[in-house]
């Protein structure tokens, strides 16, 4: 067996058919390093049959842009074209996917249905939607995570303690070299596909609108090689500071699923030297990462006040009535016009660049609870913007990112203070301590300094 099973959820059982897959491509968009297109190759082997990859184009996805739209449909049209050469067709259609698939699996005499984990709601409706729609074999696999969600832990873990010491008992299991995914025989499935609203990939597709971005699997690669040769060995030290170039950047392709997670830790655990940073980039990439798809999976309420833990709602109701020291509102947010030039310079980063540096997304997202009328707000300004700037956005890491800094989720309980309770808090004098703020403030909003002189002296 190529896919190892605990990568496998079934969502609907049955035998085996004498007519094609097809692999519904959500999350792991890319043809190389897929764990739910090789299992879906699999199937097509064992019953010698064709196999198709479809994407079905969703009119809205929780605050995607045309920009992001853009940016994923180029990176289609690159996988597409990989596709191809190996005799698999791909095919784009627009729709709601729960309507769309059982129409298409019927009229075209799909035999099973093959797709890839994601733990995000609307997913999870389509699935659980698509499932009651039809009559054959219905399959999820974990691509994207390094360890299979579902398999590494059965509930939501408290911190990324709990879920290190999962992981670290079981990493050498599944952190294994990827097989390549072979040609499928020529067949004629693809001409005619039965249904007429096909797209074409490559006319929906444009350029990115993303400084220094460039969409699709090509890309991520060569952008985690130029991480790993250049910036991999300060990773440790810089990564923290704004102002410098030390992350690595590759969230975005992590993301739309360009990239493997596990091809970037297999790459990062190849390399001499570097133990410290190697060790932090792996904690990230793998702990941080596949602790909030644990999250999301186990936490229906990942994007509201309602997911926090007990301790949490409670802090945050004795602190609802407390004044606020300001008070903004979502388009004085995304306009960048609070009265904190840092707290404006991270917002001008994330709408100018499509992503704001880790360390600013903490400060970010805290302030917002500071400045607004109620934790419930905190939650649909910060999710809002997050969604519809970042790049990296409408991800499990967003929602439990922002969940981590306004409601204490997979955090501890700190010393009580106003507004925040005993969620911790983050200051301009805290942020001043770590690095060059007006530095930072420079780099993205340049012109504003007077001010910053004006914030300080009052
Ligand atoms: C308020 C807030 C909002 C966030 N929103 C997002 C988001 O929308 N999308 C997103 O991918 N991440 C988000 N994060 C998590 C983190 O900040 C980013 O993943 C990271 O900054 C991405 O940059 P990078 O790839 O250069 O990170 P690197 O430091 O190079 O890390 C490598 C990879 O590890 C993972 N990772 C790193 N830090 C975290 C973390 N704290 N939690 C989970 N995974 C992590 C990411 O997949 C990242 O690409 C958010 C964090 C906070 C506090």
């Known amino acids: 067996m190529v896919v190892d099973s ?22 792991d968009q890319r043809a190389e390093d897929n764990w739910a297109l ?5 199937k097509a082997q064992e019953r010698n049959q064709p196999l198709a990859v479809m994407f079905c184009l969703a009119a809205q ?12 449909l180029s990176g289609l049209a690159e996988v597409a074209e990989t596709l191809k050469k190996l005799n698999i067709p791909f095919f784009l259609v627009k729709g709601n996917p729960s309507e769309l698939l059982p129409r298409i699996i019927s009229l075209n005499n799909i035999g099973c249905l ?28 974990d691509a994207h995570n390094v360890l299979p969600c579902r398999e590494i832990s059965p509930k939501a873990e408290f911190s990324a303690m709990h879920l290190r010491s999962r992981i670290n008992k079981r990493l050498s299991e599944f952190l294994v070299d990827f097989p390549a995914l072979r040609e499928m025989p020529e067949s004629n499935f693809s001409h005619p596909w039965n249904w007429s609203g ?8 444009g350029p990115s609108d993303f400084n220094g971005y460039e969409p699709g699997p090509r890309a991520a ?3 985690m090689n130029g991480f790993i040769t250049g910036r991999l060995d300060g990773y440790a030290l810089l990564r923290n500071d704004p102002t410098q170039d030390g992350q690595s950047g590759l969230s975005p392709y992590l993301h739309f699923g360009h990239i493997a997670a596990q091809r970037v830790a297999l790459e990062v655990s190849r390399q001499e030297g570097a133990t410290v940073s190697r060790q932090a980039l792996l904690e990230e990439l793998i702990v941080r990462r596949e602790l909030a798809d644990n999250f999301c999976h ?20 004795v602190h609802r009535g407390d004044p606020r020291p300001f008070l903004y509102t979502f388009e004085q947010f995304r306009d960048s016009e609070t009265h904190d030039l840092l707290w404006n310079a991270a917002q001008r980063q994330l709408v100018s660049n499509g992503k704001m540096h880790g360390f600013m997304r903490m400060y970010w997202a805290k302030k917002i609870l500071e400045w607004t009328n109620s934790p419930e707000e905190a939650m649909e300004v910060a999710i809002g913007l997050n969604d519809a700037y970042s790049l990296d956005g409408r991800d499990p890491n967003g929602y439990a990112g922002i969940a981590w800094s306004i409601g204490g989720v997979h955090d501890r309980a700190w010393g009580e203070r106003p507004v925040f309770g005993k969620i911790r808090y983050m200051n301009f004098a ?11 403030i420079r780099q993205n909003f340049g012109v504003m300094m007077k001010k910053l002189q004006y914030q300080e002296n009052n």
């Open 6 to 27: 605990r990568r496998v959820h079934v969502y609907r059982d049955g035998g085996a058919t004498d007519s094609p897959v097809l692999y519904w491509m959500q999350r």
């Open 38 to 42: 090789l299992f879906a190759r699999e």
């Open 61 to 72: 996805f929780l605050g995607a842009t045309e920009s992001h739209y853009r940016f994923m």
């Open 114 to 141: 093959v797709t890839d984990f994601n733990p995000l709601k609307p997913v999870i409706e389509w699935k659980e939607t698509t499932r009651n729609g039809i009559q054959i074999p219905f399959y999820e696999v």
């Open 198 to 205: 096909i797209q074409s990939v490559q006319a929906a597709s």
């Open 221 to 223: 690669t060569a952008w």
């Open 298 to 317: 186990y936490n229906r309420q990942y994007d509201s006040t309602q997911g926090f833990h007990r301790w949490a709602k409670e802090t945050l109701n």
């Open 430 to 440: 805290g942020c001043k301590r770590k690095f060059e703020v007006e530095k930072y």
